[in-house]
């Protein structure tokens, strides 16, 4: 007689909840929690480091008009931000 497959777990079962995660929020392990006042006291009494107005930087060369084939040309932008350029027939 051949055994029924065992049941998929629940979704829930099977997804770690990381350590830094707790009732809805995020933390920062090992950490005491900061509220209101001290967050205005750290905004007010902080040493801000010089930031540059302006920072001399050469250009990357030119982008193709047009990408080849199957290509795609990747550009980064920013942070967080990419540049697509897909293969246009």
């Known amino acids: ?3 029924s497959p065992a049941a998929p777990p629940d979704i829930a079962e099977s997804c770690a909840v990381p350590e830094h995660f707790r009732d809805g929020h995020f933390f920062n392990p090992g950490m005491p929690a900061h509220g209101l006042s001290e967050f205005l006291r750290w905004i ?3 040493k801000i480091g010089y930031w540059p107005q302006w920072i001399p930087s050469t250009p990357g060369p030119k982008p193709p008009d047009r990408v080849a084939g199957d290509s795609l040309r990747v550009t980064f932008v920013n942070h967080a931000t990419v540049l697509l350029h ?4």
């Open 1 to 3: 007689m051949q055994e």
């Open 44 to 46: 007010t009494n902080r």
């Open 86 to 89: 897909p293969h246009q027939p």
